[in-house]
């Protein structure tokens, strides 16, 4: 009888779990077109994952425009900065798998290195805070060509005593990840991280100027980007050199970033007793505290509700996750307006006693 009592109790907490969730999964629907109609967002897609399980999987509007294309669930947006979330899970990979350590110098996998680089190491690329000035030759450049530029300048503080936010610390990270594997970063990410992960969709579009014009790789279902000029739609694309591709100019869909976040709570590449002090714990740079987690993530404490992602365009991708609640947002969007408050707008709807901060805002790009 008692086990009996057990079993029943179980099966309707199970029962208004999944009211709960169906509520919420109603109540973002309706933010969200709401929010669409008024902000005129032409397309967005939403995921919730909670301790590997997919809560919500939903598309929006268009991806395309000039095709009126749905969004649906392997619509593949352009993720931004968002990237940087795929470089650091690698790095946690390669971590896991004992081949590189944040204290690591630089020194110990490139050779012939300037003077004022035998102090800098990996924790201090992966967390903006190596020195290292921005670079600003041919953006066709090769990741080599911009390394070795990178040597024969200064650095812009000594590592770990600054901060700012740039693209370059994940390129030298990329480039000592390529000589450990003994691959390019493009096949490096698809081998170690995206298809162990499910993440069949996306890609990178490895934009090259050849000549007089253009040469791409096919995206399947690949999400056009808009804004508003002067009350004119407006399609836009801005271009990643690929040397910065460990930065950003991932394309993804809702279904890989989804899996993505699965994969991370089922353990697949590393466990989350490894990886979590890294992920969601900071140090100090200088004499103030690190903006970023110790394998570079974005991180708020939010009245004790701890969380941290990323978002990219500003917020053509917007993702964080709460570990505590086992909780991860994912939202992706193809207006080059938005900023990212659309993750943690939609946490509410979930994550009881959490604050609502529901207002959604753009900026005006030019």
Partial sequence: MKHLLILVLLYLFTISCFGQVKVANKRVDAFVKDKMKTLGIPGMAVAVVKNGEILKLSGYGVANLEWNNKVTPHSNFQIASSTKLLTSTLLLKAMYDGKINLDDHV???LDSIPEDWHQLQVKHLISHSSGLREYS????????TVVNALKDSTLEYKPGMDQHYAQLDFMLLGY???GIYGKPFTKLLKDEVTIPLNMLDGGFDMEQKVGQFMR???IKEKAATYYDLDGKIQAYKFIYPQYTYTAGGYFASISDMANWAVGLDKEILFTKEFSHDYIY???SIGNKESEFTRVGWAYEDDGGALFAG????????DIIRFPKQGFTFIVLTNDGEMLPNFARAIASFYIEGLTPNLEIKKFERQ
């Fill in 107 to 109: 020194g110990k996998f």
């Fill in 137 to 144: 030759g041919d953006m066709y450049s090769s990741t080599a």
């Fill in 176 to 178: 000592i990840l390529e």
């Fill in 216 to 218: 791409t790789s096919l």
């Fill in 281 to 283: 714990g900071w140090d």
């Fill in 310 to 317: 990323h978002s990219g365009g500003p917020g053509l991708g």
